[in-house]
């Protein structure tokens, strides 16, 4: 299994401890996890996704302008995008409303980014048992169980994350997992500081 303490502490010097020893614990009960790769992956992912194992629930605590660099096609100017500038349940409600499963008022802000994975939208909620308790999605042990479980079972291009991570992909591991191209260098490095602890 390799040294999981050493890879995360080397991709997050400071990642809390609760963090550290949850996956410890978990990962050797994990049939999933049974490559070095795979380890390496979900370490480096979820470094990238979680801000170094710190942030459990997603910052959206945006100033206008960073508004319209990160969701350009929402936020056209910043006159439109300051009404939502600094207030993160108008804005959580505004960018996840309507989509990912939230079909109710105030949906986009209870199933907001949480999790070392950031899982968001009431549909990956439901599908992975914190519907009614969005916040259980926070503590370390269910973030790590809900990140591998995400890893195995979710796809593209015919593939899970996980499979593409055994074929040295993180590209389209960090697609499954954002679905976008959101921080790839970062992620590739922090995945392989990982897989060289390990």
């Known amino acids: 299994m390799g040294d999981i303490r050493a890879a995360m502490l080397a991709v997050a010097p400071s990642a809390p401890d609760e963090a550290v020893t949850a996956l410890i614990a978990i990962a050797p009960t ?4 049974r490559t070095p790769a795979r380890l390496a992956a979900l370490i480096g992912q979820c470094a ?3 801000g170094g194992f710190k942030r459990t629930s997603e910052n ?4 206008a ?4 660099q990160v969701w350009p096609s929402r936020f056209i100017n910043q006159e439109f995008a300051s009404s939502y ?3 993160p349940e108008k804005l959580a ?3 996840y409303g309507e989509r990912m499963g939230n079909v109710n008022p105030g949906d986009g802000w209870r199933f907001r980014g949480r999790g070392f994975i950031q899982l968001t939208g009431r549909s990956n909620y439901q599908e992975f048992g914190c519907e009614d308790d969005p916040d259980k999605a926070a503590e370390p042990e269910t973030a ?5 479980q995400f890893m195995d079972t979710h796809s593209r291009n015919g593939k899970t994350a996980f499979e593409w991570a055994d074929a040295g992909d993180t590209a389209q591991v960090g697609r499954i ?3 976008g191209n959101h921080g790839q260098a970062e992620r590739a490095a922090l995945t392989a500081k990982a897989l060289a602890a390990l």
């Open 60 to 63: 959206l605590n945006y100033s």
């Open 177 to 179: 997992i954002n679905g």
């Open 93 to 95: 409600n505004e960018v």
């Open 30 to 33: 994990s049939r999933a996890l």
């Open 48 to 50: 990238h996704e979680s």
């Open 65 to 68: 302008k960073r508004l319209c």
């Open 144 to 148: 790590w169980r809900i990140a591998i």
């Open 85 to 87: 500038a600094r207030n």
